[in-house]
């Protein structure tokens, strides 16, 4: 399976530009998208095959990354963008996603 | 606007079934490949199950596969997840899950699977 690889946790101030980086163990093309999972809800689509922001997703989320290296990027970061946030591929079955990192402000 | 919402879920001691629910709104339910995807307490997720649009193709990863089957049914626009032989680590909140061709872009709210004795 392919493992995809987040760092556990980060803590930025409002205002600031925070990346959030996902590694995977082998190739995963563009096939990439990440969720924002805030405490008690389910997860929300935020950015897809890698780059392209999904519905109703505000412009401070971006997306970059080919192969095995990822990031997402958040600026300005908000007080609202506190949550856990989870990388997926989809280039390999099974579908995987990374262990998330949570973002917590300062 | 996208509505899934699951049902069925609770306490079941392990070694026993249950099954899961979900009714799906304000979409084309017939066009979508729809998934189950998972989260065991205060962990990360893990996708569970996908069925095609007809309900032909079925996928599972190793640790269900076997013991959980997923349905749909079009006409009432519902997906299900029978799940069988169920142990302590199936243990987790359960969300229905719309596939947009390579992503899950819409998710409902979940359901909370316990086995325990």
């Known amino acids: 399976d392919t493992v995809l690889t987040q760092s556990p946790a980060l803590a930025v101030s409002p205002g600031e530009r925070v990346t959030i980086s996902c590694r995977a163990s082998e190739s995963v093309s563009t096939l990439m998208h990440w969720y924002q999972q805030k405490p008690g809800q389910q997860p929300k689509l935020l950015i897809y095959k890698a780059s392209n922001l999904a519905s109703g997703v505000p412009a401070r989320f971006s997306g970059s990354g080919s192969g095995t290296d990822f990031t997402l990027t958040i600026d300005p970061v908000e007080a609202d963008d506190t949550a856990t946030y989870y990388c997926q591929q989809s280039w390999n079955g099974p579908w995987t996603f990374g262990g998330g990192t949570k973002l917590e402000l300062k | 606007e996208v509505q899934l919402v699951e049902s069925g879920g609770g306490l079941v001691q392990p070694g026993r079934s249950l099954k899961l629910s979900c009714a799906a709104s304000?979409?084309?339910?017939?066009?979508?490949?729809m998934a189950w995807v998972r989260q065991a307490p205060k962990k990360g997720l893990e996708w569970v199950a996908t069925?095609?649009?007809?309900?032909?193709?079925?996928y599972y990863p190793d640790s269900v596969k076997g013991r959980f089957t997923i349905s749909r049914d079009n006409a009432k626009s519902s997906l299900y997840l029978q799940m069988n032989s169920l142990k302590s680590e199936d243990t987790a909140t359960y969300y229905c899950?719309?596939?947009?061709?390579?992503?899950?872009?819409?998710w409902g709210q979940g359901v909370m699977v316990t086995v325990s004795s």
């Open positions: 069925i095609s649009t007809s309900g032909s193709r079925t």
């Open positions: 304000g979409f084309t339910f017939s066009n979508y490949y």
């Open positions: 899950a719309r596939i947009g061709v390579d992503y899950f872009d819409y």
